[in-house]
């Protein structure tokens, strides 16, 4: 019984800790760590807060991976612009391996399309159970804007905070 209720509160604090939340305001783009699993559900999300209008562009990050032909960017980008979403505001980003190289090499993409010097705030979307991450990643190789966590809990399991 103390043992659950140890292993309990601790996998809470451990939640807590890696999957975190932020409030979510209009920003100047999309950042988004691209994934295999849950396409639609990241789909869902980004649509809608595209349509709310909270980011006019919308970055994609996300090579080949083992036994698919296409980059996980191309993917996502082809069920956002099945929504609606105009392709012209989609950058995609098809070399990357993993978090690290999913920010370095999509920012001379950002640089060729859009003022990069003017983005103030980015809203990161990816995976819940990856949240802390992927802002310590972005913080890392672009420090400045305001960053901001969009969640996407695809696993069908309810967040357990």
């Not at 993917?75 to 012209?88: N, T």
């Not at 370095?104 to 991450?133: E, M, N, T, W």
């Amino acid at each position: 019984m103390i043992k659950e209720l140890i292993s309990k509160k601790l996998c809470g604090r451990i939640g807590r800790y890696v999957m975190i939340r932020s409030p979510i305001e209009v920003a100047d783009l999309a950042f988004v760590f691209g994934t295999r699993d849950g396409v639609e559900e990241f789909a869902d999300e980004i649509e809608r807060y595209w349509k709310l209008g909270f980011f006019p562009w919308i970055v994609i990050a996300g090579g080949l991976t083992q036994g698919n032909p296409n980059p996980e960017s191309d993917v996502l980008r082809e069920k956002l612009i099945d929504r609606g979403i105009d392709a012209s505001c989609v950058i995609c980003e098809r070399n990357s391996t993993n978090t690290g190289e999913n920010v370095q090499l999509s920012l001379p993409l950002i640089k060729q399309h859009i003022d990069f010097d003017r983005v103030r705030s980015i809203i990161a979307v990816g995976k819940i159970s990856s949240s802390r991450r992927y802002l310590m990643t972005l913080e890392r190789y672009w420090p400045g804007p305001k960053k901001m966590i969009l969640p996407i809990n695809y696993f069908g399991v309810p967040e357990n905070r």
